[in-house]
Nanobody, 119 residues
Framework: QVQLVESGGGLVQAGGSLRLSCAAS????????MGWYRQAPGKQRELVAV???????NYGDSVKGRFTISRDNTENTVYLQMNSLKPEDTAVYYC?????????????WGQGTQVTVSS
């Protein structure tokens, strides 16, 4: 089992910045990928950014060039630096972890943190 706790959401004006954090605990040795997804009202959950244990990164098209994901393996924490925020970035942001143990996959989600960008 892996527990994920997010922090750092809030209200910001368009053009501003926020930094989200996600701390993992529990069976952190099994984490293969860790990252962020978001869900806006009436929309499907979408990829924001994900990083593998090997360091490879994927970003959603809408955040490329504005958001940066990073990971502190010593603290079992993943960060999302969000710059040049737009009103359309408003959503609940969820931390996610994909764990692999003996080729069996388990997905874990945080409780979500609200990000609101005002115009």
């Amino acid at each position: 089992q892996v527990q994920l706790v997010e922090s750092g959401g809030g209200l910001v004006q368009a053009g501003g910045s926020l930094r989200l954090s996600c701390a993992a605990s529990g069976s952190v040795f099994s984490i293969n990928h860790m990252g962020w997804y978001r869900q806006a009202p009436g929309k499907q959950r979408e990829l924001v950014a994900v990083m593998s244990s090997g360091g490879s990164i994927n970003y959603g098209d809408s955040v490329k060039g504005r958001f940066t994901i990073s990971r502190d393996n010593t603290e079992n924490t993943v960060y999302l630096q969000m710059n040049s925020l737009k009103p359309e970035d408003t959503a609940v942001y969820y931390c996610a972890a994909v764990c692999l143990i003996l080729n069996q996959r388990s997905d874990y989600w945080g409780q979500g943190t609200q990000v609101t960008v005002s115009s």
